[in-house]
């Protein structure tokens, strides 16, 4: 029993995840929000409200007005589900019904499916779709990566002009050495005496 218990438990658990990966990616809130304000909007006009022994009948004139406003919420709110690239379209769409609703059906099926088709569609309009966090995680992890190596290549930079000095003096030590006569001691042109004669000969004799 208790196996059947836990397999019955996971599989809710993983109809949860997959419906909460389901509605990360669209914008579900706002299409419920709109989805709920057209009931209100299109019940109250055919509704009627019993106190005691009194009928309070609502129908009003508009009532097919509130009939349609109502059904273009709800496929608005639906949509919105299913389609979500015209997030746009339908939030606006919602946000112009909800207004028209006021005068039409009972201020907007007793302001609480105005308020719900207004909001769900403010959300619809402003919503945007999220990133993965496996994508995010790699994002971060590529940022952090290009810095490190920024860093490393200004510090490679800073460090090449001594590099640069050091190669530069070690040249000129080593072609000075090699015009000396390769050994290092002074050229014997340069410790001449005049008086050995013209050009540093030696006079003969």
Same mark, same amino acid.
């Given at each position: 029993?208790?196996? +059947?218990?836990?397999?019955?438990?996971?599989?809710?658990?993983? %109809?949860?995840?997959?419906? %909460?990966? /389901?509605?990360?990616?669209?914008?579900?809130?706002?299409?419920?929000? *709109?989805?709920?304000?057209?009931?209100?909007?299109?019940?109250?006009?055919?509704? @009627?409200?019993?106190?005691? @022994?009194?009928? $309070?009948?609502?129908?009003?004139?508009?009532? #097919?007005?509130?009939?349609?406003?109502?059904?273009?919420?709800?496929?608005?709110?639906?949509?919105?589900?299913?389609?979500? @690239?015209?997030?746009?379209?339908?939030?606006?769409?919602?946000?112009?019904?909800? $207004?028209?609703? $006021?005068?039409?059906?009972?201020?907007?099926?007793?302001?609480?499916?105005? $308020?719900?088709?207004?909001?769900?569609?403010?959300?619809? *309009?402003? /919503?945007?779709?999220?990133?993965?966090?496996?994508?995010?995680?790699?994002?971060?992890?590529?940022?952090?990566?290009?810095?490190?190596?920024?860093?490393?290549?200004?510090?490679?930079?800073?460090?090449?002009?001594?590099?640069?000095?050091?190669? *530069?003096?070690?040249? *000129?030590?080593?072609?000075?050495?090699? #015009?000396?006569?390769?050994?290092? +001691?002074?050229?014997?042109?340069?410790?001449?005496?005049?008086?050995?004669?013209?050009?540093? %000969? @030696?006079?003969?004799?």
């Amino acid at each position: 029993m208790s196996a +059947e218990i836990s397999a019955i438990s996971g599989q809710i658990v993983r %109809r949860r995840s997959q419906f %909460r990966a /389901w509605r990360g990616t669209r914008p579900f809130w706002a299409g419920l929000y *709109v989805l709920l304000g057209g009931f209100p909007i299109m019940y109250f006009p055919y509704a @009627h409200l019993q106190f005691g @022994h009194l009928t $309070l009948a609502m129908s009003t004139t508009a009532g #097919a007005g509130s009939l349609i406003i109502g059904v273009l919420l709800i496929v608005l709110g639906i949509s919105l589900w299913f389609q979500k @690239h015209i997030q746009i379209f339908a939030g606006v769409a919602a946000i112009l019904l909800a $207004l028209v609703s $006021l005068p039409v059906s009972n201020f907007g099926g007793f302001l609480i499916g105005f $308020l719900l088709a207004l909001i769900g569609g403010a959300m619809a *309009v402003s /919503w945007a779709p999220g990133v993965p966090p496996g994508t995010q995680e790699r994002g971060d992890a590529e940022q952090d990566g290009r810095t490190l190596r920024s860093a490393e290549a200004r510090a490679a930079t800073e460090a090449a002009p001594e590099a640069v000095t050091e190669a *530069v003096t070690e040249a *000129v030590t080593e072609a000075v050495t090699e #015009a000396a006569g390769g050994t290092g +001691e002074p050229n014997e042109l340069s410790e001449t005496n005049p008086a050995d004669g013209a050009n540093g %000969r @030696h006079s003969a004799g």
